[in-house]
């Protein structure tokens, strides 16, 4: 077996033995030096106060402002209840967290109906509250004075106390490293990274939130019962408004993506407090601009830096280690399909289902059956609605009429999350994974779905062997094994979507929709997800949106055509293909045809070009992602006037080459020279504003925008004008009031390209421009990027040579982040077998790499 990453495993980096070696520490400098040790049991309380707050913060996603709320009210309870009751500091400590525990229970199911901002407000409004009643309700809480006198009769002595108070610590701490690692803990991290794809997965969010309160509550009620105890007294300044932010800087100070982060912060914070209130009375004065200093040199807080002087980057909330990968992985077998009834009732049927957006009909009187198995393919142009019957299906949106009903029984009325449990698991257009979560996690997170394993407080999440098989299944069956224990954020686009599909497959769905699922990826992915879906038809009901139409005829087994809302066709994939309805409508005149060679004036020939110098040149550029490489010493030259096509399967550092040239990775060796200077060292808006534009993958448009403020947000002096992006893209004059989030996916892109040209562009990079769009918007997309050619230089990623080679001068392809071919791309189209040793299914040997230069 292949062993897991050691991480925190080794036990001297424990966290927990590293605070208690911390503390002790500590501890024993301040009884040699004669500090007063009550100092060290504050920082001890306050580091259990601040983890409890990052226990939302880091794992969650939550910032609760006002957890002061629980802190103050369980001092008030365990003060309240030692006078009236008596007893000790154990049961004191119990009252304390039966209260915050109960308090959380019954505010969390309020406030966590609102998120982000208001989720924050919230709980400070809640603190707020609490101050004024303990401040105004004098009978029982004291006033200004508040209670003093709480007995200690335990630990009468301030050692005995401490001493205490580190093992009530210790212990809390501890539990929560546990409960990080278990079900609940690992559902939280991935529901603070993508929320909407949580739910799909049939996890209930709400209550995942809710529990996370009450256990972050009921240990931060334990931190304020023992800050009663050490003080022997129980204030309202502890819920005042000037104190309510003071765990989550003592979070942020340590840092908030690691789980000893609030030691250090408690500690800088506590100290720094000490001394510098000491010198003046308006300490905050120093202090403030020293917690600046941090948010500015170091975002990871005090814990980052360690980090980096350690050569690590990486978040410590978890170990940093995947299960051990077994010597031969069995081979994915698809489980969870429905058995067919004798009546052959289909699994999913639509009656009459509509939907619209103000004038925007995206439904209109849909019916539908979908079989218990078998491939059907929905088809359609661009914004004909085919995602939102998608997000209708799953429930992200509601139908304004029609009926929606899986295994006979109607569930337009069910929740997202119900939804999936009953067996609809989708994917998404838009990739929807959990970037903070190594690849191993994003499918045993669904993995843990589909066991039923909702939440779980102390058993270790990886500790299953029957889940961690079958997600090592998964990613064999995508091709994704050797990364597993990656980061999500460095895997490439094609990897992403090989990993959404190995997500949705987890889920042991009856029925899966899967939106665009080879969208990015190259023809040997396009291969292997293209055969599993196929395996998939066999024992499930797929239901498929694509827009490779090729593919979608050869595989389908029933086809549904969709066009501006409504079903137009449906039936074999024969006789959609014949439909003259379908013809007009989306395949075009020429279906099957290669690409339309696009018309524009051909670059000089390179010996009847001038001498210039290039307008762009890489020189043993290398980069990559997180202390690994994905370009391993490339050259590049762009000229001016050019069109340079950039082919490669996906994975090989495409899109990491933009990101090279447009500053937004900073290569780590070689220069990257525009125009004669080395750009290599700038921000990305200097190099943009040197003539450098992007448009990006994905089109990353302001979706609340409409097309004309995305247009206008990125003009400048120079660019294009409103008219002539409209001459340029007549369909956007009449779309100029339309928000973005409304557009269709050719419509976005075109909003994107003339985004770009709104700038003074020299050059214009354009990632992946075609991806995603049907075969009209392609080559209407393709004859707008000709004419781009007029105003600068282009650079065309693609992972489909023959839709760029047609309007390329030259060619580059990369191969394991290396330069396999640099040429004309003329002579790259006519050959095919280069392309396919370079570009398909075979892998290139040595004797096909030709490193040639671009002349």
């Keep these: 077996m292949t062993p897991a990453r050691p991480g925190a495993r080794r036990p001297w980096e424990h966290p927990i033995l590293i605070l208690a070696l911390v503390l002790g520490a500590a501890s024993v400098g301040a009884l040699l030096y004669g500090m007063p040790i009550h100092r060290i049991t504050q920082i001890a309380i306050y580091t259990l106060y601040g983890a409890g707050v990052n226990f939302l913060i880091g794992y969650l996603g939550l910032v609760p402002f006002g957890a002061s709320f629980f802190f103050g009210c369980a001092s008030y309870a365990l003060a309240i209840t030692a006078g009236a009751l008596g007893g000790n500091e154990i049961s004191g400590l119990v009252i304390a967290a039966l209260f915050s525990l109960v308090l959380a229970l019954v505010v969390g199911a309020v406030i966590l109906r609102r998120r982000g901002l208001y989720f924050s407000l919230l709980t400070l409004a809640c603190s707020q509250i609490a101050f ?22 335990l630990f009468p002595s301030a050692n005995a106390f401490h001493v205490f108070t580190l093992v009530v610590v210790l212990a809390l701490m501890w539990v929560m490293w546990r409960m990080a ?109 020293i917690i600046i200093a941090f948010g500015l040199l170091s975002p990871e807080g005090i814990q980052g830096i360690f980090q980096r002087v350690l050569g690590r980057n990486r ?49 209109d009187d849909v019916t539908l059956d979908v079989s218990r198995t078998g491939l059907h393919s929905l088809i359609g142009p661009n914004g004909a609605g085919k995602t939102t019957l998608f997000n209708l299906l799953t429930g992200i949106l509601r139908p304004d009429g029609g009926t929606i009903a899986f295994e006979g029984e109607r569930i337009d009325h069910l929740a997202p999350h119900r939804r999936a449990r009953l067996g609809v698991a989708r994917s998404f257009q838009i990739l929807s994974v959990f970037p903070n979560l190594t690849t191993f996690e994003n ?16 058993r270790d999440a990886y500790a299953n062997e029957a889940a961690n098989a079958r997600v090592w299944s998964l990613l064999d069956a995508v091709g994704l094994a050797d990364r597993a224990a990656d980061p999500c954020s460095a895997l490439s686009h094609g990897e992403k979507r090989l990993l959404e599909i190995a997500v949705s497959l987890a889920t042991d ?91 524009r004036d051909p670059a000089p020939a390179p010996d009847a070009r001038p001498v210039a110098t290039p307008l762009l040149k890489l020189e043993g550029v290398r980069a990559g992602y997180g202390g690994g490489t994905v370009l391993e010493g490339i050259d590049l030259t762009v000229n001016a006037g050019e069109v340079v096509a950039v082919l490669g399967r996906n994975g090989v550092g495409k899109t990491t080459a933009l ?23 700038l921000r990305p808006d200097a190099i943009n504003r040197l003539g450098i534009s992007l448009v990006p ?25 409103m008219e002539e992006i409209f001459d340029l893209f007549p369909k956007l004059r009449l779309l100029v009031r339309s928000r973005a989030e409304n557009l269709s996916g050719g419509e976005r892109q075109m909003v994107s390209i003339s985004r770009a040209l709104m700038v003074p562009s020299r050059l214009i990079l354009l990632d992946e421009p075609f991806e995603g769009l049907a075969p009209a918007v392609v080559q209407e997309v393709r004859e707008a990027v000709a004419k781009l050619t ?40 006519a050959n095919t077998a280069l392309q396919e040793r370079l570009l398909g299914v075979a892998h290139p040997t040595e004797g096909d790499i030709r490193m040639e230069g671009a002349a």
């Excluded at 525009?674 to 750009?679: E, M």
């Design 315 to 363: 978040w410590t909330l978890t170990r940093d280690e995947t299960p051990p990968r077994p010597a031969a992985i069995p081979p994915y077998r698809p489980a969870g399909a429905a058995a067919a009834p004798a009546d052959g009732s289909p699994v999913l049927s639509i009656r009459n289902l509509s939907k619209r957006f103000g004038s925007i009909v995206t439904q």
């Design 697 to 721: 993958e994905g089109r990353r448009l302001f979706p609340n925008l409409t097309v004309q403020e995305n247009l206008k947000l990125a003009w400048r002096p120079g660019g294009a004008t």
């Design 659 to 681: 990101r090279a040239i447009t500053g937004t990775l900073p290569p780590s060796a070689g220069r990257i020279v525009f125009d004669g200077r080395d750009v290599a060292g």
């Design 790 to 829: 007029t105003r600068a230089s282009l650079v065309i990623v693609e992972h489909h040579a023959e839709s760029v080679l047609a309007m390329a001068d030259r060619a580059y392809v990369l191969v394991n982040g290396r330069i396999a071919y640099g040429g004309s791309a003329a002579d790259l189209a």
């Design 443 to 458: 499918v045993r997170i669904a993995v843990q779905a589909a066991e039923r394993q909702w939440s779980g407080f102390w």
């Design 181 to 289: 690692h278990a079900p609940l803990g690992r559902l939280m991290q991935a529901l603070r990274d993508n929320e909407q794809r949580v739910v799909s997965l049939g996890f209930d969010t709400y209550r995942t939130k809710l529990v996370a309160l009450v256990v972050a509550g009921t240990v931060i009620g334990v931190g304020g019962g023992l800050m009663a105890l050490l003080l022997q007294g129980a204030y309202a300044n502890n819920l005042s408004w000037q104190h309510a932010g003071d765990p989550v800087l003592m979070a942020a100070l340590g840092g908030v993506h690691h789980f000893l982060g609030p030691l250090w912060g408690a500690i800088t914070f506590i100290v720094l407090e000490d001394r510098l209130s000491a010198l003046t009375e308006n300490w905050w004065l120093i202090f403030a601009p």
């Design 132 to 153: 004024e009643i303990a401040f105004k309700w004098t009978s029982v809480t004291g006033g200004e004075n508040g209670i003093q006198d709480v007995p200690r009769p």
């Design 509 to 599: 769905a009856k029925l899966l929709l899967l939106d665009e699922p080879l969208a990015g990826l190259a023809e040997s992915d396009r291969e292997v997800v293209g055969a599993l879906i196929r395996r998939l038809a066999t024992t499930h009901a797929v239901l498929l949106i694509e827009h490779d139409i090729d593919r979608v005829l050869a595989m389908s087994d029933r086809i549904t055509v969709l066009h501006q809302g409504r079903l137009i066709a449906d039936g074999k994939p024969a006789e959609v293909a014949r439909n003259p309805d379908v013809i007009a409508a989306y395949l075009g005149q020429a279906h099957g045809a290669p690409p339309a060679r696009v018309h």
